[in-house]
């Protein structure tokens, strides 16, 4: 009776924020995706799997999130945020009964003190102060799939060095097997984010990345790093070209479609938002392929749009109207086209209905979206649709409960099952090999959003950053034994990775937190420097200050990430 697979991907991320301010940009982000996200989806998927019911849900944890999350700093940050919170309800609560709002107004605060005290107390009592461990331990028990990304979120397909992007990947899965004791199957590509190999150069005037040079495909990057699957936009799928077919699992056989038999041509049919398939950027296939998920995109929409998908339900909890001073969201949706003046309150008790109603409603559709490709195609589908984690308890409060009964409700269909990306991977086995487009999910699915007019000069930086760092690898390798030397220069290494992240040029882009993100780029392109004038000092033999010495300490207390980094890993 099954016709195919939903494989729900989650893909979860923030850029290092700890030690970089606090409110309205900074450590509150970090803290409020923790409490509203992060918590309640393990609350989801502890009760479900208590129930017997497995959530089979893979979830992509980026490594400079786990970084964040596992610092010991983390712990005492984010109970502060969450006692503030608290706080800040107690004092509505007493606000409103002494100007006579409401009954419902004032219960309200109540309700508010009450669910922080909660996720407070589940992070305390549930989870043992570590977010990223008891992830881990869903994953031990086979009840989830945790993937990774690129290890800060940089744009692989517009870094100017093949050094850089396996960086990228090379520190992913270090650090995945850190965290979680072994080696991740799947990543999740920043932003969606492809490039087939191909004689590239840069639109942006830096030489020499500006002069064209043959670059591998991100799927060889992949691979080389022993990383099995990864994301993609349906819109990359719809314009794939097949290059042939493995003739046995282990991939070494391989036939190009001209070759095919007349009456085999059709085994290769065409990419479908209903498929796997392996990549390849040409018949060369030994250079390294990964199998790509795609996007459905009509279905995706379901729950991403906040106008047209089920966000936008006029009883559920409105994001943007905050109560001044607390900050605290007392407001339903109650039209996506009103006025913020015209809100009426929320009512926690009106939304189950809605999100059981949806969740239903979801589950129909995956099921006929299936049911039709079965039909149609006489094949076993795959149905997957990526999500931006955030977007479940943070941008939309009921996400996890929707969740949970979409979970709960597909356990319970005779037409499809849940599959983490992995599961679906070994009972597909794809044989298949296309040829992808270069692009993202992102505006027009190219690389718009994050190489634009408003944020063009920050490549010019990374491009001339990545040209100092190969020069100092060029000429000071004897000096790698130097352990000041190594030092300095690993720090160096960490702040171009924190200077890559993809969330800078998109934050300049939509202009949500532009200057805040402005500045972060420039402090770490500004210390990056330091740090090479500091490597390049210590190369020369002269001796490094006791105030050259002080900042590259406080330096890395504030910039902690990775401390298994090694220099080596900027290599290919």
């Known amino acids: 009776m099954l016709s195919g697979n939903y494989v729900l991907i989650l893909h979860t991320h923030l850029p290092w924020v700890l030690h970089h301010g606090a409110w309205p940009h900074g450590e509150d982000w970090l803290c409020e995706a923790a409490a509203e996200c992060y918590i309640p989806l393990l609350n989801v998927f502890n009760d479900l799997k208590d129930k017997g019911i497995n959530p089979n849900v893979s979830i992509a944890l980026s490594p400079v999130l786990c970084e964040q999350l596992a610092h010991p700093d983390f712990i005492a940050v984010f109970k502060h945020y969450m006692k503030q919170k608290i706080e800040a309800a107690r004092r509505d609560e007493t606000d409103f009964k002494k100007w006579g709002y409401d009954e419902h107004h004032q219960y309200l605060t109540r309700f508010w003190q009450w669910w922080y005290s ?71 590509l920043p932003e969606c984010a492809y490039r087939p190999a191909y004689n590239w150069k840069s639109l942006i005037p830096v030489y020499p990345f500006n002069q064209e040079r043959l670059r591998p495909g991100t799927e060889e990057i992949l691979a080389r790093n022993g990383i099995l699957y990864f994301v993609t936009d349906q819109s990359l799928t719809e314009r794939a070209d097949p290059i042939g077919i493995f003739t046995d699992n282990s991939k070494d056989a391989f036939v190009e479609k001209y070759f095919f038999p007349q009456n085999n041509i059709a085994e290769l049919g065409g990419a479908s938002e ?44 409105d ?34 209905k809605k999100y059981d109603l949806q969740a239903n409603h979801f589950i129909h559709h995956i099921e006929n979206s299936l049911n039709w490709n079965q039909n149609h195609n006489g094949k076993f589908g795959t149905l997957c649709t990526p999500f931006d984690t955030e977007l479940f308890g943070h941008w939309w409060f009921e996400g996890p409960e929707f969740l949970r009964a979409v979970i709960e409700g597909i356990s319970h269909s005779p037409y499809i099952k849940s599959a983490t990306a992995f599961m679906q991977f070994l009972k597909m086995q794809p044989k298949e090999i296309y040829r992808l487009p270069e692009g993202s999910w992102g505006e027009n699915n190219n690389h718009d959003v994050w190489s634009n007019e408003q944020n063009k000069w920050t490549w010019e930086c990374i491009y001339n950053d990545e040209q100092r760092l190969k020069l100092i690898y060029e000429k000071n390798n004897s000096n790698f034994e130097n352990p000041q030397f190594r030092r300095i220069l690993t720090q ?59 900042f590259l300490e406080e330096d890395e207390r504030r910039n902690c990430i990775f401390p298994e980094l090694q220099l080596e890993w900027w290599s290919l």
């Open 274 to 317: 209903y498929s796997i398939f392996n990549v390849a950027s040409g018949t060369q296939v030994g250079h390294g392929t990964a199998v790509a998920f795609t996007r459905h995109k009509e279905i995706a929409m379901q729950v991403w749009s906040g106008e047209v998908g089920y966000p936008g339900e006029p009883d559920y909890l």
């Open 319 to 352: 994001f943007h109207k905050k109560h001044l001073g607390s900050m605290l969201r007392y407001w339903r949706v109650t039209d996506t086209k009103a006025d913020m003046m015209y809100k009426s309150l929320y009512h926690p008790d009106w939304t189950q």
């Open 492 to 550: 160096g290494l960490r702040q171009l990775m924190l200077l890559q992240s993809s969330d800078w040029q998109f934050l300049i882009h939509t202009e949500s937190a532009k200057d805040y993100a402005e500045q972060r780029f420039m402090f770490h392109h500004s210390d990056f420097n330091r740090h090479c004038d500091l490597a390049e000092k210590c190369a020369e033999g002269n001796e490094i200050s006791n105030e050259e010495l002080l």
């Open 118 to 188: 909660e996720r407070l107390s589940d992070f305390e009592n549930k989870y043992n102060e570590s977010i990223v461990q008891s992830f881990r331990k869903l994953q031990d028990i086979g009840a989830i799939e945790i993937m990774t990304c690129g290890a800060t979120h940089g744009y692989s397909p517009l870094l100017g060095y093949d050094e850089s992007v396996n960086l990228q990947f090379k520190a992913a899965t270090e650090n995945y097997k850190k965290h979680f004791g072994v080696s991740p199957r799947g990543s999740w």
